[in-house]
C-alpha cells in the first residue's frame, strides 16, 4: 500500500514538474546533455547496484535478502531522500525499516543499514584521499588551496581511522 502511494506521489511530482517547466525546455535540456545522459544514469545505476550488493552482505540473522529486493529499498530510500529533502536522517531509517519485510527485525534493519552507510562513507572517502593526495603532488595554487587540501586530508583520515575501529570492534 505504502509503495503505491510513494509511487503515485512521485509521479505526481514529475508530472507537475513536467508541466511546471514545459515539454520543450526539458527536451532542450536532454538535449545539451546528449547522449550523456544515458552513461549518467548508468553510472547511477551501476552506483546504486553496488550499495544494494553491499546491503546484501550487510545483512545477518535469520532475515533473507536477495540483490533485487536490497536494489529495490536502496532506491526507494533515495526516493524519500530526494522527495523530501531530508539527506539521510530520513532515508536511512526508511530503509531499514523496510528490511522488516525481508525478516529482518528493526535493530538488525537499523544494523544493516548502517554498516552499508558506513561501507558507503569508507570507499568515499578513501576515493577523496587518493584525490587529494592527487592533487596535492600537482602543487597547486594558491597556496590557500594547499592547506585547504592538507585539512580536508586530516579529516578524511581521521574518518578513516575512527571507521577503521568501528568495523574491528563489529
Do not use: C
Not at 509521479?11 to 526539458?26: C, N, Q, S
Not at 602543487?139 to 575512527?162: G, H, W
Amino acid at each position: 500500500m505504502w509503495r503505491l502511494l510513494f509511487l503515485a506521489a512521485g509521479f505526481t511530482l514529475l508530472v507537475w514538474l513536467a508541466v511546471d517547466l514545459g515539454l520543450e525546455r526539458i527536451l532542450e535540456m536532454l538535449g545539451r546533455v546528449g547522449w550523456q545522459a544515458l552513461t549518467i544514469a548508468a553510472v547511477y545505476f551501476a552506483y546504486q547496484a553496488m550499495r544494494a550488493a553491499a546491503l546484501v552482505a550487510s545483512v545477518t540473522g535469520p532475515g533473507r535478502l536477495t540483490w533485487r529486493g536490497a536494489l529495490a529499498i536502496r532506491l526507494s530510500g533515495e526516493a524519500v531522500q530526494f522527495l523530501t529533502f531530508t539527506g539521510p536522517f530520513l532515508a536511512e531509517p526508511a530503509k531499514a525499516l523496510l528490511l522488516r519485510k525481508h525478516g529482518l527485525t528493526a535493530g538488525q534493519g537499523f544494523s544493516a543499514t548502517l554498516a552499508e552507510y558506513l561501507i558507503n562513507s569508507f570507499v568515499g572517502a578513501v576515493f577523496a584521499i587518493v584525490a587529494l593526495v592527487w592533487l596535492l603532488g600537482r602543487n597547486p595554487e594558491p597556496a590557500a588551496l594547499r592547506v585547504a587540501i592538507v585539512i580536508a586530508l586530516i579529516v578524511l583520515s581521521t574518518f578513516l581511522i575512527t571507521a577503521g575501529i568501528a568495523i574491528a570492534r563489529t
